[in-house]
């Protein structure tokens, strides 16, 4: 937090500071309980001086709104290295470093805060979930993504920002098992759009067999398959993978593969 003593600064560095004090501020509490009040003490400078830099709290808000969207967006960048489970597994690492570090202010974020209503913040909003979007995309290789593929991004997207919201309110769950959870429930939209779209299909074709021995979704994989095995049809149901691990869904096998008539079906690739 800024204190001490007063000193003159440019217009575009009182600014700057004035939001980073902001930011910090909403990280610990609701903008709501911070009154300008305290965003100026804590600038070390006077309240009237505030409102020379923001017509009102409103227009500060929407500035920290600003830079903190701009963060979130950048924590979604990701270097395109490695099986894509591993990659969707460090950018929720870096989401939720983001949540933990910006709690309120992060519900906030989502949820509109005091600038509810506000065009800007909408937008601002809008232009997070985008970003994302556009990132997971790069990652897929969609140059011209289909409808059902976006939706499947759209969704996840905002199933992640749910997740996180609800995780806030309590931190039942270990913040490590709902990262990886999002990596599996990523994996999971793109199963059940594959069971319909033969496109989907190539899609998750493509993720699985990128997929390595000790990749998120290769493990995920394995543990499923014996909900996927045939049962005993003497003993009944006994969980008892007998197929070997070789359990496929939609086409996929769940080591990794792509049935060998799945691999030429029409539409198997973007």
Known sequence: MTTGVRRRMGVEERRRQLIGVALELFSQRSPDDVSIDEIAASAGISRPLVYHYFPGKLSLYEAALRRAAEDLAERFTEPRQGPLGARLLRVMGRFFDFVEEHGPGFSALMRGGPAAGS????????????????????????????????????????????????????????????????????????????????????????????????????????????????????????????????????????????????????????
Not at 171 to 200: C, H, I, N, T, Y
Not at 212 to 238: C, I, K, M, N, Q
């Open 119 to 270: 065009s800007a913040a909408s937008a601002l909003v809008e232009g997070v979930r985008e970003a994302a979007k556009v990132q997971i995309l790069s990652h897929l290789d969609a140059q011209d993504p289909p409808p059902r593929l976006e939706l499947v991004v759209r969704s996840w997207v905002s199933l992640a920002e749910s997740t996180a919201l609800i995780w806030l309110e309590d931190r039942a769950v270990p913040r490590a098992e709902l990262e990886l959870k999002l990596v599996g429930d990523f994996a999971a939209l793109v199963a059940v759009a594959a069971a319909q779209d033969p496109g989907m299909a190539g899609v998750l074709g493509r993720l699985l067999a990128e997929e390595h021995g000790t990749g998120p979704l290769h493990t995920l994989l394995g543990s499923l398959s014996a909900f996927t095995a045939p049962r005993d049809t003497e003993g009944g149901a006994d969980g008892v993978d007998r197929t070997g691990g070789e359990a496929a869904v939609g086409g996929v096998s769940a080591r990794g593969g792509v049935d060998a008539e799945d691999a030429t079906a029409e539409g198997a690739s973007l």
